[in-house]
């Protein structure tokens, strides 16, 4: 399966500053990217498809504006959470996925990003 | 619009007993279903990929089932060590919308 990476792991930031986080598949060229955040005992909800090329599609919700999605190359996704709040703060993972045939298609995890916002 | 559903939510149970968990969802029209085990503060480690078109699948201890047309499939865990002891997440990818849907997880506790 596909190797996804994410950096960093932790990171903590003041209130009102912005953070980025990298996805990168390894060894696997990706078209598509998807983030996740997960709140404490909570499940991980979808926040946005990110397409090599064109611009991130967003959930119902997830403000455009404040989480910054850049799919620069067929291997890297960028999330950007600007203007952080403390409410912002969760947990980040992203994922690639591919078809195989025409058949169902398998999501492979990054190791997923803590973001803490004080 | 998906929902899935994971029973239960939190479960302790002695080493070495074998054990089920159990998600359920609504819409059928699924691509596949799949497995995660997730530490605490970590990410998620893929266990088993049931299509849409399978039965069950299985890994060593593990052994998932899939009845897509009831909704239902359960994770069968045989002789459980502290080491399983994780958060169990179910999730079904739509065929409909291409989206990964997730339950809530079962936070499994096996007592040494």
């Known amino acids: 399966g596909a190797v996804v990476s994410q950096h960093p792991s932790r990171v903590i930031c003041k209130s009102g500053t912005s953070v980025k986080i990298e996805c990168r598949s390894l060894d696997f060229q990706a078209t598509t990217m998807f983030w996740y955040r997960q709140f404490p005992k909570q499940s991980l909800m979808l926040m946005a498809t990110s397409n090599e090329g064109s611009k991130a599609t967003y959930e119902q919700g997830v403000e455009k504006d404040k989480f910054l999605i850049n799919h620069a190359s067929l291997t890297l996704s960028t999330l950007t959470v600007t203007s952080a709040h403390p409410e912002d703060s969760s947990f980040y993972i992203c994922?690639?996925?591919?078809?195989?045939?025409?058949?169902?298609?398998?999501?492979?995890f990054g190791p997923g990003t803590r973001l803490t916002v004080t | 619009k998906q929902e899935v559903t994971q029973i239960p939510a939190a479960l302790s149970v002695p080493e070495g007993e074998n054990l089920v968990l159990n998600c359920s969802f609504t819409d059928s029209a699924i691509y596949n279903l799949q497995w995660f085990r997730q530490d605490p503060g970590k990410g998620l480690t893929s266990l088993l990929l049931?299509?849409?078109?399978?039965r069950e699948q299985t890994s060593g201890r593990l052994n998932a089932s899939l009845d897509k047309s009831s909704g239902r499939s359960t994770l069968y865990i045989a002789a459980s060590q502290p080491g399983d002891s994780a958060t169990y997440l179910c999730a079904v990818a739509n065929s409909l919308d291409d989206k990964i849907i997730f339950g809530k997880g079962t936070r499994l506790h096996i007592l040494p």
């Open positions: 049931i299509q849409s078109s399978q």
């Open positions: 994922s690639v996925s591919y078809a195989r045939g025409t058949t169902a298609y398998e999501q492979y």
